[in-house]
């Protein structure tokens, strides 16, 4: 009998470990999602405030040797379709990363809501508020087969910093944090999470959305503010993790 116990303990095990990646204060993460999301959301207003219309001559004024060297590669031809695949790809990089966070006890996936909440609404902030301030143009806005009325929208000065990028990398590493900590590192999870974030941050150059000094600096952004935010809330006194050839325990006193 107390060999069976002590089996289904093994099976149960790397369930209970679960509880103690994130230690979330309820209170103050509301107070942070909210003020983040009123910074995000005041952005709407002064966007339109800030960013004026380009004319005809001042977009015809625009030469491709002002941009920088590196970011040359970005003057693909527009392409609608590999623009729509950038979103498919990122549906697939936040789709893995909430399978990773998914947990089966309500308590645990609220935190791990929580947390992920704060990562994605931060970037975001950061993200639109730099597009606002920089208002750099994105590379189609070069392309003469592209129309003036596409080049004269707002958005098409919305280039620097990727948010598209920045979301991506956010998830990918918020959601493999998780399951390290968890499970240990994974090579195949790993390289699905940030495997399809680079797909998106790739995409986006390709159909001319992005320079890519936009999408790399999208992805430090996002990462880092992830990374952060995933550390700032590790519990930091009792920690488990469960490896395919390990179990470790520590406790910090």
């Not at 089996?7 to 103690?20: D, K, R």
């Not at 709407?44 to 800030?50: A, H």
């Not at 993200?127 to 009325?149: F, G, I, N």
Request: proline share 2%.
């Amino acid at each position: 009998m107390k060999k069976v116990n002590i089996f289904f303990l093994i099976l149960i095990f790397p369930l209970l470990l679960n509880s103690y990646i994130f230690k979330v204060d309820k209170f103050e993460s509301l107070i942070f999602i909210s003020s983040a999301l009123a910074l995000d959301l005041s952005n709407n207003y002064f966007d339109r405030q800030l960013i004026e219309t380009p004319t005809n001559l001042e977009l015809n004024a625009l030469n491709k040797d002002d941009v920088p060297f590196f970011d040359r590669i970005g003057f693909q031809p527009y392409s609608a379709t590999l623009k729509d695949f950038s979103d498919y790809s990122a549906y697939i990089t936040i789709g893995s990363a909430f399978y990773c966070l998914y947990e089966s006890d309500k308590k645990i996936l609220f935190n791990n809501l929580l947390v992920f909440s704060e990562i994605m609404i931060a970037q975001s902030a950061i993200a639109k508020w730099t597009k606002t301030l920089t208002h750099r143009y994105r590379p189609y806005v070069y392309d003469e087969d592209v129309s003036y009325d596409k080049k004269k929208q707002r958005n098409s000065q919305h280039s620097f910093f990727s948010m598209h990028s920045s979301t991506v990398f956010a998830a990918a590493t918020s959601g493999y944090y998780y399951y390290s900590n968890n499970y240990g590192h994974n090579i195949v999870m790993g390289s699905i999470l940030f495997g399809s974030a680079s797909a998106t941050a790739i995409l986006r150059v390709a159909s001319a959305q992005h320079f890519p000094s936009d999408v790399i600096v999208g992805a430090i952004v996002g990462s880092g503010i992830s990374y952060v935010i995933c550390k700032y809330h590790q519990n930091r006194k009792l920690k488990l993790s469960f490896g395919y050839d390990s179990v470790d325990v520590s406790y910090r006193f």
